[in-house]
């Protein structure tokens, strides 16, 4: 009996090691694959269908019609609305003048109400779609990928537009003012400032 209590210990030891390696080895699996399968980005086609657009100082700026639910869902396998995030496709071309610097611009959403909608980056936009989705446990190389696919998506607003760099296209993502999800907004308005002048664009 002096040396039953010992050994019953070790084995102790030794079952709660192995059900912590078990455990780890699970949460590994279940974190190792991608957060979200992003469709992979191509060369986006013109925009189509009921596109809103305005004109000043040289630029053009096109807005594609909102994405719903289920073409939130066929790009990014994530429900962009559901999260709170309006993703705007938007395209910019050059008409003439000086080369357009884009890293100045300031591009806002404003609804009906007189409110704003932020604008997020893409990392941003995927944090808040990680919370909407309550999904807080994950491998960083996973949520890593997912930015590189998602921000590939992004409207490049760091490069100027010129006479050799004549069309830009992409995404904006704005946050809905209480971060809860879209629901049929009415009377968006998007804002373009420090543009050569301003935009502004009726959206619905």
Do not use: H
């Not at 040289?58 to 066929?74: R, Y």
């Not at 910019?92 to 080369?99: A, D, F, K, R, V």
């Amino acid at each position: 009996m002096a040396y039953s209590q010992p050994k019953n210990i070790i084995r102790s030891t030794q079952l709660i090691l192995l059900v912590a390696l078990v455990s780890v080895a699970l949460l590994e699996t279940a974190c190792g694959g991608a957060l979200f399968r992003v469709k992979p980005v191509v060369e986006l086609p013109p925009l189509a269908g009921a596109v809103k657009s305005a004109s000043a100082g040289g630029v053009t700026v096109k807005v594609a019609p909102m994405l719903g639910d289920e073409e939130s869902q066929e790009l990014f396998e994530a429900n962009l609305p559901l999260a709170g995030v309006m993703p705007l496709r938007i395209e910019l071309e050059y008409e003439s003048g000086l080369p357009i610097e884009l890293k100045r611009a300031r591009f806002r959403l404003r609804d009906g109400e007189g409110k704003d909608w932020r604008l997020l980056s893409p990392k941003q936009a995927i944090s808040q779609i990680l919370k909407a989705n309550e999904v807080y446990v994950y491998n960083p190389s996973s949520r890593k990928q997912f930015e590189q696919e998602f921000a590939a998506y992004a409207m490049d607003l760091k490069a100027p537009l010129s006479p050799t760099d004549r069309r830009r296209q992409g995404f904006l993502f704005f946050q809905t003012p209480n971060k809860e999800p879209v629901a049929s907004p009415r009377g968006l308005t998007l804002l373009g400032e420090r543009l050569p002048q301003p935009v502004e664009i009726v959206l619905n």
